[in-house]
């Protein structure tokens, strides 16, 4: 470890080598004897946890710094994305999250680390969690700098002031200062709210999905109303149904006109083994925009859409040695509608960029066809609007790793020399195996009467 000399209160310069080297030395530390003493050992290794937060918030702050004091004049004619999308892209490939998170980790880092004083101190004291922190630099990003000061010095003016602080006391405590020290701020910060009302959903692990809407605090109460008025009047009526169910089923027939009771109309992209069609398989089934799903579920979604006939049938084929789909290629520079679902199935619909879990938006190619890219599978992936946008920014490169044939996987390097490496998630089916005559044959009847 060595120590700057460039003034005399400079923090200690710890190498990034030296860092790893706490880290595994931190990775190998036992338990202490005695119940007294683990907690003693949770408490510090909490403490330490904050500390790191905090080194972490500034080292974050000054590579930004650093990287938009460099030059970025364009010499080839190109648009260049804006910078703060690169920095933000390199950010997350070091901390392992999102790009998106990665720029809001720059956002953060440096509001903590110019305008909240008080409240980083306090995280690298340990008194609170990066978690904390970065939500009270998220609560106070509609104020002026020095409002946020005003607000930094009343929550961390006192010594131990959020010490013992659990989420909601610190958001009462944030909400209260905000509100004292800069009520016009507040007021245009409640009428920008209401205008930017939104839905948003998400996939869940388990065959669900979570949809949220952002609406104006009176739209709220009218909904739960009426959700409430569906679910006891249903209950009433003898329905077997849960009252959560029943708001949820209403809110699906309300928004699409389908009843979630009746049997939803399916289309099978179907990318399974011989197994999986001899009924002796039991791999996961892929939804394109869903993610995997349980094969017994699947199975039971197709039986009742076909009892129904509201289903339909797709076939897609993939190679038997590697289990990867059949590539498909195009003479035009952007990707046919047919290339780019293709892309979309063997990408799982999501972003290719490491750490990234946005849905696809934009057909890629790996290698630019300006520099030769071919309009092909092998040099396609599905990636978010942000990460298409990122690899168009200087010193930033990628190419295919892997020959025509196995899993996909690109590789790339950032302009700071940050690594990716990208793979295609497995598709469904078993490898391949050896089959008896009859059940190649009855695969190949299956296949026909598809």
Not at 155 to 164: E, I, S, V
Not at 236 to 256: F, I, S
Not at 401 to 428: F, K
């Amino acid at each position: 470890m060595t120590v700057s000399t460039d003034s005399p209160a400079a923090a200690p310069d710890w190498s990034a080598d030296e860092l790893h080297a706490l880290a595994d030395m931190l990775a190998e530390v036992g338990t202490s004897e005695g119940p007294v003493a683990m907690l003693d050992q949770v408490e510090a290794l909490e403490r330490i946890k904050s500390a790191a937060a905090a080194a972490q918030v500034r080292a974050t702050a000054a590579f930004a710094d650093a990287a938009e004091a460099a030059a970025d004049t364009p010499t080839d004619g190109r648009r260049r994305p804006r910078r703060a999308l690169s920095i933000g892209a390199e950010v997350a490939l070091a901390a392992r999250t999102s790009p998106y998170q990665g720029e809001q980790r720059v956002l953060l880092s440096r509001r903590l680390r110019d305008h909240l004083p008080g409240v980083h101190a306090a995280l690298g004291r340990g008194e609170i969690r990066e978690d904390q922190a970065f939500a009270v630099s998220r609560a106070v990003a509609h104020l002026d700098p020095a409002q946020r000061a005003a607000v930094d010095a009343d929550l961390a003016g006192t010594p131990d002031r959020l010490a013992g602080l659990g989420d909601e006391k610190l958001r009462q405590a944030v909400r209260r200062s905000c509100l004292t020290i800069a009520a016009d701020a507040e007021t245009r910060r409640y009428r920008r709210a209401r205008a930017d009302r939104h839905v948003t959903t998400r996939q869940l692990d388990d065959g669900t999905g979570r949809i949220t809407a952002i609406v104006a605090a009176e739209d709220l109460a009218a909904v739960r109303a009426v959700l409430d008025e569906e679910a006891a009047a249903a209950r009433a009526a003898g329905d077997e149904r849960t009252g959560g169910q029943v708001r949820a089923d209403v809110l699906v027939h309300r928004l699409t006109g389908h009843d979630p009771v009746e049997p939803m109309p399916v289309r099978v992209n179907l990318v399974v083994s011989v197994e999986s069609l001899i009924g002796a398989g039991s791999e996961p089934a892929q939804v394109p925009g869903i993610g995997w799903l349980p094969a017994a579920l699947c199975t039971d979604l197709v039986r009742a859409a076909s009892a129904a006939a509201k289903a339909t049938l797709r076939r897609l084929f993939v190679r038997p040695a590697d289990r990867s789909l059949v590539a498909m290629e195009s003479t035009s520079r952007a990707f046919p509608a047919g290339l780019g679902e293709l892309l979309d199935l063997r990408d799982g619909g999501l972003c290719r960029t490491p750490g990234c879990n946005a849905a696809i938006r934009h057909h890629d190619h790996v290698v630019r066809e300006s520099d030769g890219g071919s309009t092909s599978a092998h040099n396609g992936q599905g990636l978010c609007e942000r990460c298409n946008y990122v690899k168009e920014s200087p010193g930033w490169t990628s190419w295919v790793a892997t020959p025509d044939t196995g899993p996909h996987e690109v590789h790339g390097v950032s302009e700071h020399l940050r690594i990716l490496r990208s793979t295609a998630p497995p598709l469904p089916g078993c490898g391949a195996t050896d089959h008896s005559p009859a059940e190649l044959r009855l695969a190949r009847a299956l296949t026909l009467a598809a």
